[in-house]
């Protein structure tokens, strides 16, 4: 079934969201403070917007609310990427799923909510050595 996602900060990751679950047919608001992060994902998003996300009066001014899922890849501004997900926590939303950067930011991010937290190297890092434990080194 198609969802709406939004994807907030579009760095190397949440392009890489962006960009997959467009080729999955979902419908993806794409918001990044930097024009040309924006501009990168035109052609992958629903709808693409130049914002800081972490004002209250953005988030509510777009809808987001009302979005199935969001992702938050806010990376080397861990207060925004903070205060990004304790306010789409504060709309209602019920699938924020956000990136930190290291356990103690993880562990900040859970107690504010947070629905899942990856950290993209280290996650990475555990799945890979667990396949090539068992043998997957095809995949590679
Ligand atoms: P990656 O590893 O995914 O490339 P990173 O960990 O290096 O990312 P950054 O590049 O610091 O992380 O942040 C990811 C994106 O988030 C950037 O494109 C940045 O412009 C965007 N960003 C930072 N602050 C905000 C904000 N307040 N609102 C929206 N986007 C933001």
Same mark, same amino acid.
């Given at each position: 079934?198609?969802?709406?996602?939004?994807?907030?900060?579009?760095?190397?990751?949440?392009?890489?969201?962006?960009?997959?679950?467009?080729?999955?047919?979902?419908?993806?608001?794409?918001?990044?403070?930097?024009?040309?992060?924006?501009?990168?994902?035109?052609?992958?998003?629903?709808?693409?917007?130049?914002?800081?996300?972490?004002?209250?009066?953005?988030?509510?001014?777009?809808?987001?609310?009302?979005?199935?899922?969001? *992702? *938050?890849?806010?990376?080397?501004?861990?207060?925004?990427?903070?205060?990004?997900?304790?306010?789409?926590?504060?709309?209602?939303?019920?699938?924020?799923?956000?990136?930190?950067?290291?356990?103690?930011?993880?562990?900040?991010?859970?107690?504010?909510?947070?629905?899942?937290?990856?950290?993209?190297?280290?996650?990475?890092?555990?799945?890979?050595?667990?396949?090539?434990?068992?043998?997957?080194?095809?995949?590679?």
């Amino acid at each position: 079934m198609k969802k709406e996602f939004v994807v907030i900060g579009l760095g190397r990751f949440g392009a890489s969201v962006c960009k997959e679950l467009h080729r999955l047919g979902h419908q993806v608001l794409a918001i990044d403070i930097k024009e040309e992060k924006v501009n990168a994902v035109l052609d992958y998003s629903e709808k693409a917007v130049i914002a800081d996300a972490s004002r209250e009066e953005v988030l509510k001014s777009l809808g987001v609310g009302n979005f199935d899922y969001a *992702v *938050v890849a806010i990376g080397d501004n861990m207060q925004a990427n903070i205060m990004c997900t304790l306010l789409l926590k504060e709309l209602g939303m019920e699938n924020v799923w956000v990136k930190a950067q290291d356990a103690n930011h993880k562990k900040v991010l859970a107690k504010i909510g947070a629905d899942r937290v990856i950290q993209p190297e280290y996650d990475m890092g555990i799945r890979a050595a667990n396949q090539m434990q068992s043998g997957k080194l095809q995949e590679y």
